[in-house]
C-alpha cells in the first residue's frame, strides 16, 4: 500500500523554463510534506516543505502547493538550471520521525 | 553546523555475517531516523530514536536493530546478512517540537553484502 506516490518517473524540462514536479497521497492524516533533493549515491537534501494548514510556500526559485482535497501537491521550479538535474522525492511525515517517501522523478533540465 | 556523518561510506560483507553502521546526528538534534534505499522499493523507514528511545518502527525483521546513546549518536546494527540487504543506508536527524520536523539526512553507507 503506496501512500505517497510520484506518477512520473521522469521528466525533461528546458534551461529557463518551469519544472513541475506532482506527488499524490492517501492517507489525510499526514501533518507535513517535504521535498527532497538526491543525487546518485549521496542522501537526500532538503528543498522545502509545507504544513497541512498552509496551502503554498516559496523559497526563492521553489514553490510548494498543497492541494488538500485532491491529496496532492507539486514543487515548481522556476527558472529551472542545469543544476537542478537530480531525483526529486516528495515525502509525508504525521511528525513522528517518519517520512514516508514516493518512488521519485528524475529531472532533467536541458541547456 | 556540521551535517549529518555516517561511517564507514562503504562496506563489503559477505552473507551470514553481522555489521553495524554509525549516525552522529547535527549537533543539538536529538531525534535519528534510519531508512534504507534500494532500486525496487525506493527509500523506506526502519526506524526512529528519540532520547535513547525506540520511538517508531518500520516494517522490516527483527535482524535489523538500532540503538542511542546519550549524546544522541546511532548505531544500526543488521545481523545475519542476506543479499537482499545490500542498500545504501541513511540516517536523518531531526529536532522534534520545531513547526515542522524536518529531517536532514548524512551523506549514507553503501552496504554490499556477497
New interface residues.
Partial sequence: DQQVKQNSPSLSVQEGRISILNCDYTNSMFD?F?W?KKYP??????LI?I?SIKDKNEDGRFTVFLNKSAKHLSLHIVPSQPGDSAVY?C?A?Q??????????TTLQVKP | KAGVTQTPRYLIKTRGQQVTLSCSPISGHRSVSWYQQTPGQGLQFLFEYFSETQRNKGNFPGRFSGRQFSNSRSEMNVSTLELGDSALYLCASSSPGLAIDTQYFGPGTRLTVL
Fill in positions: 507535513y517535504l527532497y549515491a549521496e542522501g537526500p537534501t532538503f516543505s504544513s522525492f515525502a511525515s511528525n513522528t520521525g517518519k517520512l514516508i517517501f514516493g518512488q521519485g
